[in-house]
């Protein structure tokens, strides 16, 4: 997904950053290892197993929204460029601020004329590789199939079968609804897909320690905890955190005087710490150690480098021993 406006995967209710240079404020960490560490911004899919990495490629080119735009497939020696395109359908959508009609991601489309490797064409392993990462990638490991559930990725051997957008509808009365929905997803043979994508993360070069934010494909509900990786050497383990989401008066702009959703604290759930070092088969005598790791690199990602900081000066991050400890979200206060 590349920030289409009025895209309802672009309008997740988390305070994003809002700077490089935020002000540090007395919640802030004040370690050697916080200030080591660096933001990473990654937007890609990957699946571990079998080494394959599907991202999207930035650079200047004079593309519109109709055409296809470059990607990028890593596997071993396998590294070159292919194109996908978009394709968007009319929806009333439903936000947190109310309905109004937008142009909604429905399906991405490979072209295939655009894998320059012929032999590649007719493997199947390969077309299963590059579609399922390209549906990890553009739902954002499925979070999307929470607007559109028969979201779909489709191979066309050309971009003159991409089917284009429909006009803007002058009456709304048969276009459909959507919204985010936050009941448990219901995924059938998608919840067999390996790809996960890497959403954000942090890295401290000293230690050699990574923390990413990863998005898979699970049935599971909008407000549970949240899969992170904890990489460092030959040690790698998921563990989990929930996300604390608070409304707030919008100060200004176009959504002055309206309850907007902040991502105000973060809930590390230790357990599944503990549960992810024995997967590991790290010795429970580093707990406390990898605790005091985690603690900041989650600072520095879930902040991007205190960037947040500047919208949310009393942004949390706390420890919590499970699931239950971790405090519910409160409903949206009336208008």
Known sequence: MRGRKGDPLQQTPIAEASGASAPRVSNWPP????????????????????GVVVSPIYRFEDLGPGDAFPNRYVQGSRDFEFRAMDYSDWRMFTSYNGTELQAVHTATYIV???????????????KRNIKDGMLALVTRGG??????????????????????????????????????SHQPLVLGDKQYIEFVYEDYGAHD?????TITSIHKFEEVSFDDPMPYIYSQGNVIFEFRASRYCEWRLAPDGPLNGKFVRHHTATYVIEESIKQGM?????????????????????????????????????????????VKDVPKCPSCPPT
């Open 143 to 180: 979070f999307h199939l929470r607007v559109v559930p028969n979201f779909r990725v489709e191979f066309v051997d050309s971009t003159r079968e991409v089917p284009r957008r429909l006009p803007r509808p002058t009456n709304v009365d048969d276009v459909p609804a959507a919204s985010i």
């Open 112 to 126: 295939g004329n655009s894998i320059a490797d012929e032999s590649l064409k007719g493997d199947r392993e390969f």
């Open 31 to 50: 370690t050697l290892e916080t200030r080591a560490s660096s933001p990473l911004g990654f937007g890609r899919a990957s699946n571990r197993r079998k």
């Open 278 to 322: 024995i997967r590991a088969n790290c010795p429970p005598a580093e707990y406390q150690e990898l605790k005091h790791y985690i603690k900041d690199g989650m600072w520095v990602a879930e902040t991007r480098d205190g960037g947040a900081l500047r919208d949310i000066p009393d942004f949390r991050l706390e420890f919590v021993n499970c």
């Open 205 to 209: 070069a000293v230690k050699g320690i």
